[in-house]
């Protein structure tokens, strides 16, 4: 018995000590980050070799799916909206499946990315986009498989795919211009309703210049169709702060009208009590 303990303390160590031992993969994981204009792209693929074997038209049959690359489909990640062949598709992750060809591809944007190869049924509803790629036949070979981030530009590049002696490559476009110009339209115009009225909350709340607070809270209120009951209460505790009880109660009894007819009994007790703290009749 005791040998037979012996053995099997043997060969649970040395099964410790197998599992702790780390292999290079086959197909090593690829995480590349690409600023595209103002647009933050990832992409997430893993890569096989050809190892000697042709691979497209074999390897990777012609005219059928494939996960574009090895493991877990291709996932590429858009932090804002895109255009891909003319189709909007919102920021979010997308699994890049692809269909090669001899002569062209079609490249597909999928929305479920919680694929380990291709999907076990193909969901037409979750395809973002599609676009043909002409094929470019390269000059040289490349032994392992590659994607790239091509033709940077301010508002698109392409993504591109080389393996063996072929080149796709898919355009996408992002909204530079259209976040540039609402920058610059909103920085023309000045600050807004919502700018000035949060800087005076800053100002009220950290005991600073509570003139400057005032002056920013009442600009703000000028900007404002009809000011809620919340910004009318924080009107209000800049007035008293200020020294300006009659206009702290105003204000204060306007915010408590605007609470009781929202049905919110927080604000409604807080504008009373502050009322009753002011001295108002």
Not at 74 to 102: C, M
Not at 122 to 129: I, P, R
Not at 207 to 224: L, V, Y
Not at 229 to 251: C, H, M, N, P, V
Request: net charge positive; no cysteine; glycine share 6%.
């Amino acid at each position: 018995m005791k040998k037979i303990a012996l053995v099997l303390i043997a060969v649970f160590a040395l099964t410790e000590v197998q599992a702790q031992i780390e292999t290079p993969q086959p197909s090593p994981f690829t995480k590349m980050e690409q600023k595209v204009g103002l647009t933050d792209v990832t992409l997430e693929y893993s890569r096989p070799s050809a190892r000697g074997r042709e691979v497209f038209g074999n390897l990777v049959p012609f005219d059928k799916l494939w996960r574009t690359g090895a493991n877990k489909n291709t996932i590429i990640t858009f932090s804002d909206a895109v255009t891909i062949g003319g189709k909007e598709v919102k920021a979010g992750s997308y699994a890049v499946f692809t269909k090669p060809g001899a002569t062209s591809w079609e490249v597909v944007f999928y929305a479920d990315t919680n694929n380990w190869g291709t999907p076990s049924a193909w969901d037409e509803s979750k395809v973002a986009a599609t676009i043909k790629a002409d094929v470019v036949k390269m000059p040289m070979k490349i032994e392992t498989f590659t994607m790239t981030f091509d033709d940077l530009t301010s508002g698109s590049a392409v993504l591109g795919i080389l393996w063996e002696d072929v080149y796709v490559g898919a355009k996408f476009e992002v909204p530079t211009d259209k976040k540039v110009t609402a920058a610059i339209t909103r920085s023309m115009n000045g600050p807004s309703a919502q700018d000035y009225y949060a800087s005076a909350v800053y100002y009220s709340a950290e005991g600073k210049d509570i003139n400057q607070a005032k002056t920013w809270m009442e600009k703000a209120m000028s900007m404002m169709e009809k000011p809620a009951f919340y910004q009318l209460r924080q009107l209000s505790l800049i007035y008293a702060k200020a020294g300006d009880k009659k206009k702290a109660i105003e204000t204060a009894k306007k915010s408590l009208a605007g609470s009781k007819e929202a049905g919110n009994a927080d604000y409604v007790k807080m504008n009373e009590d502050s009322l009753k703290e002011w001295g108002a009749k």
